[in-house]
């Protein structure tokens, strides 16, 4: 016979049970959007005032974050998002960034858009996440080029509701979206389009300097274009995969492609420590005190202590001792009015004899 527990189970009422079930979802509601709103707040500065080193991957963004009852943590939460946020099915604005465009043009939190340029939200709109979504597309079309964006919105007063008019000069930015993932881990990630950080490093990263540290890194990892370069290095070792099964019949379980996709990764990763505090610097950052995030991480995993040629990533104390001198760097730069960009490999001293210098062949 299978066994049981030995002791008697608590009763629970289905009322008891359904009240604390909606003060849980509250609680889970409010959780989800302090750390949207943090994120965004964190992110806004690194993507606008650190687009110069995102080449000619730019658009232009305006600081406001959109949603509606269905689009915060999913319909489960839309009764919750109904009663504690007086969400609906309109698209509504929920956070504004302070000092972004958006905040600059007289955007408030609560406002409710009606109209985005010449394109209407209203009742031709579709319910739910597409409702945003659709939102989100005119806006990002509308502002493509960085011209002006009118919006007319609904704001509740004390006595009625009001229609304004508000005209938004977007701000440019590296044109990765920073989004919010749902996983535990302590991770965050940039797949060459945009850069997610899960919740699990939200919590990880306990001041705004450390997930400025962990954001600026994943958007380096798309300005140097590090997923499209293990791509291209993961399909030539797939290459070899292919020889060797059609050529020599010895079939590698894709061993050659797997080293090729790690071929120069803890270069890139350095690269992106290193252009990352840049991006960083060039917003305003607090880069003094961001390599304690590596001392930080080596207490969570011990392991990334010890440096191993087999490893994805650079051991913490290789990452924490560059980005000190990086610092050290940047300030010096500073200090002698030179711009805030990183070294280049093979790049001529500004600073050298003229007679000295290397010249162009």
């Known amino acids: 016979m299978a066994c049981a527990p030995t002791t008697q189970r608590v009763r629970v009422s289905d009322v008891a049970a359904e009240t604390e079930a909606r003060k849980q979802r509250q609680i889970a509601l409010q959780a989800y959007l ?18 110069d080193l995102c080449g000619d991957d730019i658009r232009y963004t305006t600081g406001m974050y959109l949603a509606n ?30 000092q972004s465009a958006a905040d600059k043009a007289g955007v408030k939190t609560g406002d409710i858009l009606t109209r985005v340029g010449i394109w209407a939200v209203g009742p031709a709109t579709p319910d739910g996440p597409e409702a945003v979504k659709q939102t989100l ?18 704001r509740k007063g004390r006595t009625l509701t009001q229609q304004q008019s508000l005209l938004i000069t977007p701000d440019r930015a590296c044109k990765y979206p920073v ?3 749902n996983g535990d881990e ?42 499209r370069a293990k791509m291209t290095n993961y399909t030539l070792g797939s290459i070899l995969d292919i020889a060797a099964q059609v050529l020599l019949k010895v079939p590698t379980q894709g061993l050659f492609g797997n080293l090729g996709g790690n071929a120069f990764s803890q270069g890139f990763e350095a690269e992106a420590d290193y252009v990352g505090l840049y991006i960083m610097a060039q917003s305003g950052g607090d880069i003094d005190n961001a390599p304690q995030f590596w001392r930080r991480m080596a207490t969570l995993s011990p392991g990334s202590i010890q440096s191993s040629h087999m490893a994805t990533h650079p051991a913490t104390p290789e990452r924490f001792v560059a980005l000190e001198e990086t610092v050290k760097e940047i300030k ?30």
Not at 213 to 222: C, F, G, K, P, Q
Not at 333 to 360: M, Q, V
């Open 34 to 51: 302090e750390d949207q709103r943090r994120l965004i707040r964190v992110s806004y500065p690194l993507l606008t005032k650190g687009s």
């Open 69 to 98: 009852s269905s689009t915060l943590l999913g319909d489960s939460f839309r009764q919750t998002a109904e009663s504690d946020y007086a969400l609906s099915n309109a698209v509504q604005v929920v956070y504004v960034v302070p």
């Open 137 to 154: 597309a005119q806006i990002g079309e509308q502002t493509k080029n960085g011209q002006p964006l009118r919006i007319d919105v609904q």
């Open 179 to 181: 989004v919010l993932g």
């Open 186 to 227: 302590v991770n965050a990630y940039a797949d060459g389009n945009q850069v997610v950080v899960q919740r699990g490093m939200m919590r990880f990263a306990t001041t705004d300097t450390e997930l400025g540290l962990v954001i600026s890194h994943e958007i380096a990892h798309n300005s140097m274009g590090h997923m």
């Open 332 to 361: 010096a730069k500073k200090a002698s009015g030179k711009p805030l960009e990183p070294n280049l490999k093979n790049a001529p001293d500004l600073d050298a004899d003229p007679a000295t210098a290397p010249r162009k062949p």
